[in-house]
């Protein structure tokens, strides 16, 4: 019989353990006759904000897409301004860009971290240039001190993109308090995942929260009258209910990341190129990535033997039809457009057992070595 599937991710063991808690969350939901923003969102917000750090303050919104478009309108940028963020990143972020009206521009990613080239990002500043989206990917972090330092010279705005980033911390503060603002997805495989969509936007300036908070419903502060242009992005009470029960065990969630990671990091092939963090970064493995030279033949050896692995991500962003009309071309991104080649996320999850991940390191070694 063949061993049983390592898989990418499983929310189902997590659940198992803590559907009594989620049932009652949901049940008191149903039955106190309040579904929309009231006071399980209020809290949620309050749990997550202090998570995050003093002073900054969560909006709840209905996914991360939304929340990077209201971290965007909320600091007034729009349409015609320039976004400067990296091809090298989920759809989610340009897409975002483009529903604020804004145009992305893109510059290459660092190929030791896979994360924004901050030596390149003063060339692309035009007049136009209004924001900067940083994406912590993978659960890394760009280095924030010298992203505002860049921004602060030029005058932009700087939002984090921490959908893969909930719990990095970098020199000991956490992702998505560096910024003006921050956006976050609840997403079912994020580090903090909903059973369907959810997302936050924060800030630690009450002008932007306020402003996110009218934003995300019709543009409204007080009832029937838009202050501003709005638009409907809320997180429902079931999901922020579902939320505050899953918030308390993130962190033993991510100290199982971390722990897995290291597992995987201390006994890796020596022909695996691991995207390192810095020492400044207690990175929060929401993915696990590797370089391999024949990244193809080594992902059809571990799928032979039964172990899921994905590919974050296969198409450069500035290279895909969608994106067509932005104007670039193969060779323009050049870090970026080799990167979808050769890289290789391994299985990666809280529940994932350390057996499973030597199953895994045992195979890459076989074919490997
Ligand atoms: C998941 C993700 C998003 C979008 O989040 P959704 O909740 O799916 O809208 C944005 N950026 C990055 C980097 C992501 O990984």
Redesign the pocket.
């Known amino acids: 019989m063949n061993a049983p599937t390592v898989r990418m991710f499983d929310y189902l063991q997590q659940y198992q353990a803590i559907e009594h808690e989620v049932l009652d969350a949901v049940k008191r939901v149903l039955r106190s006759g309040d579904l929309i923003l009231a006071s399980e969102v209020q809290r949620f917000e309050e749990n997550f904000s202090a998570w995050l750090g003093p002073n900054v303050t969560g909006v709840g919104v209905a996914?991360?897409?939304d929340a990077?478009v209201i971290c965007l309108k909320a600091l007034g940028v729009g349409d015609g301004d320039e976004v400067i963020t990296v091809a090298n990143?989920?759809v989610?972020?340009v897409s975002a860009i483009r529903m604020a009206g804004a145009i992305p521009v893109f510059v290459d990613v660092d190929p030791e971290t896979a994360l924004m080239d901050l030596k390149q990002v003063s060339f692309k500043i035009t007049e136009k240039t209004r924001a900067i989206i940083a994406?912590h990917?993978f659960g890394n972090a760009v280095d924030m001190p010298a992203l505002m330092a860049i921004a602060k010279q030029h005058r932009l705005w700087v939002i984090e993109?921490c959908?893969?980033s909930q719990g990095t911390t970098l020199n000991g503060q956490m992702t998505g308090s560096f910024g003006h603002a921050a956006a976050f997805?609840f997403?079912p495989t994020?580090n903090l995942g909903a059973y369907g969509?959810g997302?936050l936007c924060a800030s630690s300036d009450p002008e932007i929260v306020k402003a996110m908070r009218s934003i995300r419903k019709y543009g409204f502060e007080d009832q029937y009258y838009a202050e501003r242009e709005g638009i409907n992005s809320r997180l429902d009470e079931l999901h922020a209910a579902i939320l505050n029960v899953k918030l308390q065990y993130l962190p033993a969630a991510l100290s199982q990341r971390r722990s897995l990671a290291k597992a995987y990091r201390e006994n890796l092939p020596a022909t695996l190129h691991h995207f390192a963090a810095t020492s400044a970064v207690e990175h929060a493995y929401h993915l696990f990535v590797v370089r391999a030279a024949q990244r193809d033949s080594l992902r059809k050896s571990l799928a032979d033997q039964g172990i899921q692995t994905g590919i974050h991500y296969p198409f450069p962003i500035h290279l895909m039809r969608g994106y067509q009309f932005l104007g670039y071309k193969p060779g323009d991104l050049p870090v970026t457009e080799a990167l979808g080649a050769s890289i290789l996320s391994l299985p990666m999850y809280p529940e994932l057992s350390e057996a499973d991940v030597h199953r895994v390191l045992d195979c890459l070694h076989e074919t490997l070595d």
Do not use: M, R
């Open positions: 996914n991360g897409t990077i990143t989920a989610p972020t994406v990917l993109d959908a893969q997805s997403y994020k969509d997302g």
